[in-house]
């Protein structure tokens, strides 16, 4: 009889002072062990920023927009999330075996944690980074919902750790400029959710363009239509609707909340963006990128 853990949120791991989840920092042992193939695509994001729906717009380019191929399985079955583990559910490796190339592949780890490999064979990556001020409401409400997650508390002590990087996966600021500054030198095509909101047409262009394989106009437009927020959020194979209970605890809040830019304005005290804007200036000082708060 297989031994049903305790998943009662445990306290976060630190691996090379990053924080993690507990499993996912016990599945980057096995991880190791990953073999990149030249073929495979890197989906890289610090969490909340986008990742589930660039995965999808993903999936329908490599099926040339046919909606019953992209319909074969859920996200996380298609898009094999590399370090993932909860107790009860196939890892992001198992799921990885069964999966034929050429391959999608989801991370949210930092460089440090990243399995070497994927950067020597020089694995095409496709990295969203999203305004922190979004990602860390969107992250508080996930983290009320994932219960292998510490719980975050009121909003302004969730707030506190997010800037400290007391969250899994650490810094948002660390995260997004190591990659842009990684883009330099590896094959990244970095993306901004706020633009994919902007005009996603524009920004699905890129990625057919970053990944070679292009695409009528009236496959891009289904694409597109297929991958808004109204229509992942009603499709069980993008909504994370069927994760089980012991994972996600959908009283509190659904995967695909609100798909917007600036709902920070809507939780954000104004002393609470002081703060936050004056460790930002702090964390980001040099850095060449630029977020958009709204649109
Ligand atoms: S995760 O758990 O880290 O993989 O989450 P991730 O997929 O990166 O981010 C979830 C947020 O993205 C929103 N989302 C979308 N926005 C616009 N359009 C589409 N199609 C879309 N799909 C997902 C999702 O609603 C989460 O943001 P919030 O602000 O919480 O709504």
Redesign the pocket.
Known sequence: MELVQDTSRPPLEYVKGVPLIKYFAEALGPLQNLQPRSDDLLIS?Y???????V??VLDMIYQGGDLKKCHRATIMDRVPFLEFKSPGCPTGMEVLKDIPAPRLL?T?LPLALLPQALLDQKVKVVY?ARNAK?VA??AY??YRMLKVHPDPGTWDSFLDKFMAGEVSYGFWHKHVQEWWELSCTHPVLYLF?ED??ENPKREIRKIVEFVGRPLPEETLDSIVRH???R???KNPM?NYSNLPETFLDYSTSS??????VG?WKNTFTVAQNERFDADYSEKMAGCSLHFRYEL
Request: glycine content about 6%; charged content about 25%; hydrophobic content about 30%.
């Open positions: 994001t969490p909340k920023s986008g990742t589930t729906w995965s999808e989801k949210h969203v979004d409401v969107s409400h996930f959710y994919m909101l991958t808004s927020f229509k992942m959020k993008t995967f695909m909340r609100k798909g917007t709902d």
